[in-house]
């Protein structure tokens, strides 16, 4: 479990194809690996991977090919800035949102641009996942929580101050056309089932369209 607050960010060292898989080497001066052990959980631009091997600098984790299919991976390059965050402890600060490190699809940055010191951005999330989003939500992009200042459809659209610009991968790498992993709120997620097994009776019944928007949720007290 994350909280979306990025601790430092690394640069990929190394992609190495290992039986249809990937070895993913990932290179972090910043980032503190004296608590790090063999089977931790690092996110990794949002996505939870697993420490299989582990330097003083530097980690390694194997990306299955079910993960690059439904990730931003395939952007990456040698060199590329990558968003890191250790999995939380019961002491950490709460200062994201929850995450669950599991990518829900991939988004695509459609406008970028300065407003004034902070950016602009508006991001094409899938359309089976727009109807998770909400305006004033939370949402996880590349790892980071963010909040939505508006969603129209299946564009969300959000202003990144200059300090969440600067450490993280954001200014280094978002463009037009950029891909990003997307990761909806979990509690939306719940919430849709908790409301379909209400409806249906059961939990195994074929998933009904969803009954959860804006209006519901702002009767319920989820939005102001």
């Known amino acids: 479990m994350f909280t979306g607050i990025i601790e430092s960010v690394g640069y990929v060292k190394a992609m190495q194809p290992v039986g249809g898989d990937i070895r993913l080497v990932i290179e972090s001066n910043e980032l503190d690996f004296s608590d790090v052990k063999l089977g931790?959980?690092?996110?990794?631009?949002?996505?939870?991977?697993?420490?299989?091997?582990?330097?003083?600098?530097?980690?390694?984790?194997?990306?299955?090919?079910?993960?690059?299919?439904?990730?931003?991976?395939?952007?990456?390059?040698?060199?590329?800035?990558?968003?890191?965050?250790?999995?939380?402890?019961?002491?950490?600060?709460?200062?994201?949102?929850?995450?669950?490190?599991?990518?829900?699809?991939?988004?695509?940055?459609?406008?970028?641009?300065?407003?004034?010191?902070?950016?602009?951005?508006?991001?094409?999330?899938?359309?089976?996942?727009?109807?998770?989003?909400?305006?004033?939500?939370?949402?996880?992009?590349?790892?980071?929580?963010?909040?939505?200042n508006l969603v129209r459809d299946n564009i969300v659209s959000l202003n990144i101050i200059p300090h969440t610009a600067q450490v993280t991968n954001i200014a280094k790498h978002w463009l037009v056309g950029s891909k990003v992993n997307i990761e909806v709120d979990i509690v939306a997620r719940y919430l849709e089932r908790l409301l379909n097994k209400s409806q249906t009776g059961t939990m195994n019944a074929p998933n009904p369209k969803s009954q959860i928007t804006e209006a519901f949720l702002a009767e319920n007290g989820f939005m102001k």
């Open 40 to 148: 931790d959980s690092i996110a990794s631009n949002g996505i939870c991977l697993t420490v299989v091997e582990f330097g003083f600098n530097y980690y390694a984790v194997d990306v299955s090919r079910e993960t690059i299919a439904r990730t931003a991976l395939e952007e990456l390059k040698i060199g590329h800035v990558v968003n890191l965050e250790k999995a939380m402890l019961p002491t950490t600060r709460f200062g994201g949102h929850i995450v669950a490190g599991h990518v829900d699809g991939v988004g695509v940055v459609s406008k970028l641009q300065q407003d004034a010191r902070s950016i602009y951005i508006e991001i094409e999330v899938p359309q089976e996942l727009a109807h998770y989003t909400a305006t004033k939500g939370s949402i996880t992009v590349d790892g980071i929580s963010l909040t939505t």
